[in-house]
């Protein structure tokens, strides 16, 4: 592991303290555990909006797909929402 430097404000890092000691850890392991946390939450945010994009794709391809025996789609059928 590597050492870092925070700068947290006063009260904050009071609250901190007490919120370790309360779970009975250290502050450093506190710390380490709100930012993998944070990281967490974002990559399972990014896997929701990488999913809804496939979604959105595959019932765009859907569509165009169902055309593809008939006339093709108009501009504004492709843009359709």
Do not use: W
């Amino acid at each position: 592991m590597k050492n870092v430097t925070v700068t947290l404000e006063e009260d904050l890092l009071r609250r901190a303290r007490i919120e370790s000691a309360s779970r009975g850890i250290s502050l450093s392991a506190f710390v380490r555990g709100a930012v993998s946390d944070a990281i967490v939450q974002s990559d399972q945010r990014g896997r929701a909006m990488t999913q809804a994009a496939i979604e959105e794709l595959f019932e765009f391809v859907q569509k165009v797909g169902k055309t593809m025996d008939g006339p093709p789609m108009t501009r504004d059928e492709a843009h359709e929402r």
